[in-house]
């Protein structure tokens, strides 16, 4: 397993939720993790209150397409979903729509998905930008 510093980086890149512009920041490293996928797709586990975040082959329910040719000369790619994002904030009772949220990648499933946690606010997982 390599555990070199720029291997614990990428690991530790957040998604960033930002409820007052529905919107969520993906990082371009985080879809490297994931080999570059041309559709993802983003699913809320409420009673872990845990992102997954996971590569799709083609387009499905509830996929987002990467649009690649758009990343060119940024950090990261933007998905704005008011749905998505509102079941976040009916789940998150603490936040503050005017703020926006880093929520951490804690773990990886099998290697083709990233898990993000969206709890614990005061110690420090869920990040004022």
């Not at 570059?36 to 082959?57: D, G, M, S």
């Not at 940024?74 to 009772?93: A, D, P, R």
Request: proline letters at 5%; glycine letters at 2%.
């Amino acid at each position: 397993m390599n555990t070199s510093p720029l291997c614990k980086n990428l690991a530790s890149l957040p998604l960033v939720i930002d409820p007052k512009k529905s919107r969520l920041r993906i990082y371009k490293q985080t879809l490297a993790l994931l080999d570059n996928p041309q559709y993802i797709q983003l699913l809320i586990n409420p009673e872990k209150k845990i992102i997954l975040l996971c590569p799709a082959t083609s387009y499905q329910s509830a996929c987002e397409r990467i649009k690649w040719e758009q990343l060119s000369e940024s950090k990261c790619c933007e998905i704005y979903s008011t749905s998505f994002v509102g079941k976040l904030m009916l789940l998150s009772n603490d936040w503050d729509e005017n703020m926006s949220y880093k929520a951490k990648d804690y773990y990886v499933s099998h290697g083709r998905c990233r898990v993000f946690n969206f709890t614990f606010p005061d110690k420090g997982v869920l990040i004022h930008e």
